[in-house]
């Protein structure tokens, strides 16, 4: 009889982030039991019985290890800690690596830089592995869209805010990071945009030039019919106003508004405002206005 081959099972989203978070803190707590085996572990026992700092690392380590909570599912691939989890690991790493820091710059300002050296070389590089383990942790722990762009998909991620539009249903899902914000009819969304920062390919852009305020003479002048007195500032190249809008397009931020009719008091109500940092972000501000209009 022909046997059924068994089928690979692909790993959730997610689980990468899970496996990554309990090795790190696997190494810190076999870092951490390999020194106090060095030394006496009863007197090292005691010794973190009066160390805050000894009782902080041992919640960072139990909430590493353990992660309560947390599970990898396909709808949040990039959340799966809970909110409550993802911020503490992130605060216990920030603690954990400014500590780490302050150790070992204390310690080379003691010991000088040979020695530090030595010691580096005598732990296999523990100085400087402990703060990256830290580093890593707040790092992973990053605030963060729901999910990455897909506009096949009608997935948008800006910033930290998520966006889903259901097209059969004509539904809009927003989502700040793991939280969900609100669900709206798509039809009753609109992307705002800043004065003077109108989507790339936009009618309105395109035919209507912007005007510089800082040639009011050459405008006034255009204004009336007349030709320009010999007297006014020479006009400037066509590439230097270009410049201005493509400075003004990273500091952009746009509005996702509600304008619902039927909720009263909700009337062009913003459901959030963020900042277009990266070109990532951008695409999909332009993606996200293009498919409400289509809805």
């Known amino acids: 009889m022909a046997r059924t081959r068994p089928t690979p099972t692909a790993a959730l989203p997610g689980a990468g982030t899970m496996f990554a978070l309990r090795a790190i803190g696997l190494v810190l707590l076999a870092r951490w039991l390999y020194s106090m085996e060095q030394m006496n572990f ?15 690392n041992l919640v960072f380590l139990f909430l590493l290890i ?116 609100g669900q709206y009819d798509a039809r009753e969304l609109s992307v705002r945009w800043p004065q003077g920062t109108q989507p790339v390919g936009s009618p309105v852009a395109a035919a209507v030039p912007q005007a510089s305020d800082a040639d009011p003479v050459i405008a006034d002048a255009s204004a009336d019919g007349a030709a320009p007195s010999p007297f006014t500032a020479p006009e400037r190249p066509a590439s230097a106003p270009a410049s201005a809008p493509a400075a003004m397009k990273w500091r952009a931020k746009i509005e996702l508004l509600w304008d619902s009719p039927a909720a009263a008091g909700h009337n062009r109500q913003t459901v959030f405002r963020v900042g277009l940092a990266t070109e990532g972000d951008r695409v999909a501000a332009h993606a996200l206005d293009a498919a409400l209009k289509q809805a």
């Not at 216990?92 to 302050?102: C, D, I, N, S, V």
């Open 42 to 56: 009863l007197a090292a026992l005691q010794g973190m019985a009066s160390s805050p700092w000894a009782c902080i």
């Open 66 to 181: 353990v992660l309560p909570g947390a599970k990898a599912r396909i709808e949040r691939p990039f959340h799966p800690l809970p909110s409550w989890l993802r911020q503490a690991l992130r605060f216990f790493g920030l603690l954990g690596f400014l500590f780490a820091l302050w150790s070992v710059g204390f310690f080379v300002s003691v010991a000088g830089w040979r020695r530090a050296l030595s010691t580096v070389a005598a732990t296999n590089g523990w100085l400087v592995v402990a703060p990256a383990l830290y580093a890593a942790v707040v790092w992973i722990c990053r605030p963060r869209a729901l999910w990455r762009t897909n506009i096949a998909a009608r997935r948008f991620a800006i910033g930290r805010y998520a966006v889903s539009l259901d097209s059969a249903t004509r539904t809009t899902i927003v989502w700040l990071e793991s939280r969900k914000v």
